[in-house]
């Protein structure tokens, strides 16, 4: 407490400076005052509360973005649309998905979102935010239908969510009950993408109204991949009728989309460990450059039945989705209150990306496969001559995803007294997660422009590959990853929220939450056998060693946890426009694929690492003006964590963390023409336990901050705009070694009003082609030497244009 009452002593100067220096997004086609009346504190928020309150009185900490706001910042991703949100750290590198989120400070200790749940209309996109190669990201697409996103950080998403102890992100959807629609048709300028959004809602009766939308697109996307590699789109429609009393409403959505999955890139560093220059390596540009080629294409093995199985490379990302819901909310008699809401969706797909598991000289690389070994190239035969002298050793990220389903309801039952409301829910879940990884290794070309294969000859002359594959599985990495997974998680959460107005300024919320989950099923390892893969009559070196699940030899796994969430809050309002706010709150993230590895007893839930703890503690200042708006609020976190498996180290990670840290979030406008808006973060985060212990959790920068102004001109009709969005250094592994360094993200967009209802917009991301490293795999190289190592950068400069009609 004493750490965070120095943060609360700085509050005053950091404010002073935040509102002179910083801001972020503003709506590009409605008057700015407008907009600013959408995120003011008085306006209502539904996520993570059982009792909508207006933000001044609530004793969350919460943000609201609108689709304008969304799209001034020019995102090419979900996960960008994160990266303006305070307290949240999106790394927006690997695509279209499969980013890693996390919130003050808490590690992404595995990848995707472990400790912040992905919703849609208040039901999470799945159950666990980690899933190895099926993040919630994947299946999430912002278009026309959202009409806004509320982000809430720590406070009472413990209680209300199961495994979202850091957070709930939620996307909500246009009802249609206020009528209009949208028209837009974007593409590239630069690269190769097309894409068309379509919605539409209105009344169609006496209490009815509806609205549906959706997207198509098609192209290779902001890197060079050789194919087309965003390719597909989504559906979404629902249905209202209010009642005297209340409402129902039915939705649906379809998804089926393809988007290229990025991996780590060559990269090279000089320099030493605290002071590197990251920069590109010859023929590869990391900001355009992508492992994807024309040269490889399909991967093919045997497959979960001992079938031949064949994937398609330029498939990448391709989550399918078929979902149902119906939410309703009833006023009975005497103040009690029901709501209701359940989905069930039918989930499916697959992911499959090259990852370089080792970049290394042609010599390293030959040498490998024994003394005198040499490389040529696969199309052509000839000697390998690349001039930068750098081969990849290609590991296929192949992952068919069989069944994901999972249906979701929350039943929530309200009472309101004098000043006192009581609820009382029962959340109910049931996940499936049933997929089967298939890798294989091949040998690439480092290059930017279609990477061709390697062949690899040993000292005899003997080939040891056929067409740049060389193994079928991961030999360098023990043949882990030929796996199948069959499992089901059952979900029961009971829980209940009291609230209570102890006199008009001051209130107090109290939550409890009881989750107890049963996962049944089994998964299975490789084996290796010997098969005639390419089915011609010859046994190759490759097919010498076929990895095969191992159906004989399966784990069964059956096994309980149960976990105690609580939240306690209180508000205190110093007068209409100024309140204070103070919370403590502890829950738990289960594990689900990422513990079915290290041959534990899967039979007996005690023996297994199954669960990750989250303490939060926070207080909060909000003040709003007459022209804007802010929000601040000191955080302190403590993560227990037991491990999880990361893919891309093939390694289990477990540590225990802390941190510290303040939060901003601020708008104000200027004059009537003139908006700024902004956000920032800083955080102090430590490990406290095993080996590196005292170190900073790995790719956790100090200071994350985003400052966005815009400006109207020709009354009204046009809007020019910049983002500017960036963090501190931080390090790449938590030995804290190498240095990642700090960037800036500068973004712009211009809008011209064209006639009424119709405009267009030219947008450019990453402005001046910044080389911004979110993740590296290496975490140290040799001092004052040329290295080369795997990192995510961001995609480099890229610039659209989009014409909308608003109807």
């Known amino acids: 407490m004493r750490k965070i009452n120095l943060l609360l002593k700085s509050m005053g100067f950091v404010t002073a400076l935040l509102l002179s220096n910083l801001a972020f997004a503003q709506n590009e086609t409605t008057p700015i005052t407008d907009t600013i009346k959408s995120t003011k504190l008085d306006e209502v928020v539904v996520t993570g509360v059982v009792n909508p309150k207006t933000k001044i009185r609530s004793s969350v900490s919460i943000t609201t973005l609108d689709v304008k706001q969304i799209e001034q910042s020019a995102p090419r991703s979900t996960a960008e649309i994160f990266r303006t949100i305070p307290g949240i750290r999106s790394e927006s590198s690997g695509g279209e998905g499969n980013s890693n989120i996390s919130v003050r400070g808490v590690p ?79 593409f590239g300028l630069d690269y190769n993408n097309f894409r068309t959004d379509i919605d539409y ?53 379809f998804l089926n989309d393809r988007a290229a999955a990025y991996m780590p890139m060559p990269v090279k560093v000089t320099g030493t460990n605290a002071k590197p220059t990251w920069g590109n390596v010859d023929g590869f540009d990391a900001t355009t450059g992508a492992l994807q080629s024309v040269y490889l294409t399909h991967n093919v093995g045997l497959g979960a039945d001992g079938q031949l199985r064949r994937g398609k490379v330029a498939d990448g990302m391709n989550p399918i989705s078929k979902s149902i819901g119906v939410s309703a909310s009833f006023d009975l008699e005497d103040g009690w209150k029901i709501t209701e809401n359940g989905r069930f969706s039918a989930n499916s797909g697959g992911f499959i990306a090259p990852f370089p598991a080792e970049v290394g000289t042609a010599s ?93 000859k040993n000292a005899s002359g003997d080939l040891l590959s056929d067409n740049g594959l060389y193994a079928y599985g991961v030999p360098a990495w023990g043949n882990c990853c030929t796996r199948n997974f069959d499992t089901q998680y059952n979900v029961s959460a009971p829980y209940a929220n009291v609230s209570v107005d102890a006199s008009d300024k001051l209130s107090f919320e109290a939550g409890l939450r009881y989750d107890k989950g049963k996962v049944t099923g089994s998964f299975a390892g490789s084996s290796q056998t010997i098969y005639d893969v390419n089915n011609d009559g010859i046994i190759s070196a490759p097919e010498n060693s076929v990895s095969a699940i191992n159906t004989a030899n399966t784990t069964a796994v059956d096994y309980d946890y149960d976990y105690v969430s609580y939240t306690l809050g209180g508000n205190y309002l110093l007068t209409d426009n100024q309140s204070l706010f103070a919370r403590l709150s502890k829950g738990a993230s289960a594990k689900a694929d990422r513990i079915l590895f290290s041959g534990l007893d899967y039979l007996d839930g005690n023996k297994i690492n199954s669960l990750d703890f989250l303490t939060q503690a926070e207080i909060g200042f909000k003040q709003k003006f007459s022209k804007g708006y802010l929000y601040a609020t000191a955080f302190h976190s403590k993560t227990d964590e037991e491990g999880g498996y990361e893919a891309t180290s093939n390694s289990i990670i477990k540590n225990n963390y802390k941190s510290l840290g303040l939060e901003l979030e601020t708008a104000y406008n200027v004059d009537d023409n003139f908006n ?124 659209s244009m989009a014409l909308s009609y608003r109807f």
């Open 108 to 186: 992404i200790s595995s990848g995707g979102s472990k400790y912040l749940q992905i919703q849609e209309d208040g039901l999470p996109v799945l159950l666990f935010g980690d899933i190895a190669f099926a993040t919630a990201d994947i299946f999430t697409r912002f278009d026309g239908n959202v009409a806004r996103i509320e982000a809430i950080r720590g406070g009472s998403a413990s209680t209300l969510s199961s495994n979202s102890p850091g957070g709930i992100i939620n996307f909500i959807s246009k009802t249609g009950k206020k009528e209009g629609g949208t028209m837009t048709t974007s």
């Open 201 to 253: 809602g209105a009344k169609i009766g006496d209490g009815l109204y509806f609205h549906a939308g959706g997207f198509y697109r098609a192209g290779e996307g902001v890197r060079k991949t050789g194919s087309t590699s965003n390719n597909g789109g989504q559906v979404k429609f629902n249905i209202t009728k209010e009642f005297e009393k209340g409402k129902v409403t039915i939705y649906t959505k």
């Open 364 to 456: 390293a690389i030959a040498n490998s496969f024994g003394a005198g070994s040499t490389l040529t190239y696969a199309n052509s035969g000839t000697a390998f001559n690349n001039p930068n002298g750098l081969v990849s050793r290609i590991h296929m990220f192949d992952t068919q995803l069989n069944d994901m389903n999972n249906f979701m309801n929350d039943l929530r039952l309200s009472k309101k007294f004098d000043k006192v409301a009581i609820t009382a829910g029962y959340f109910k879940s049931i996940q499936n997660i049933s997929m089967s990884w298939l890798w294989n290794s091949y040998l690439q070309e480092v290059s930017d422009n279609n990477p061709r294969l390697i062949n690899v």
């Open 676 to 799: 700024l808006r902004g956000g920032f973060t800083y955080t102090k985060a430590e490990i406290t336990s095993g080996g590196s212990g005292g170190n900073e959790p790995r790719r956790q920068p100090k200071l994350m901050y985003n400052f966005i102004p815009t400006y109207k001109f020709s009354n009204n009709k046009n809007t020019l705009g910049l983002s500017f969005i960036g963090q501190t250094k931080a390090f790449a592994q938590d030995s804290n070694d190498l240095v990642m360094n700090g960037f800036v993200i500068v973004n712009g967009f211009v809008e011209i009003g064209i006639t009424k209802g119709m405009s267009v917009n030219i947008s450019g991301n990453n402005l001046l082609d910044t080389l911004a490293i979110t993740e590296s795999e290496e975490g140290s190289i040799t001092n004052n030497s040329t290295n080369y190592v795997r990192a995510r950068p961001m995609p480099g400069r890229s610039i």
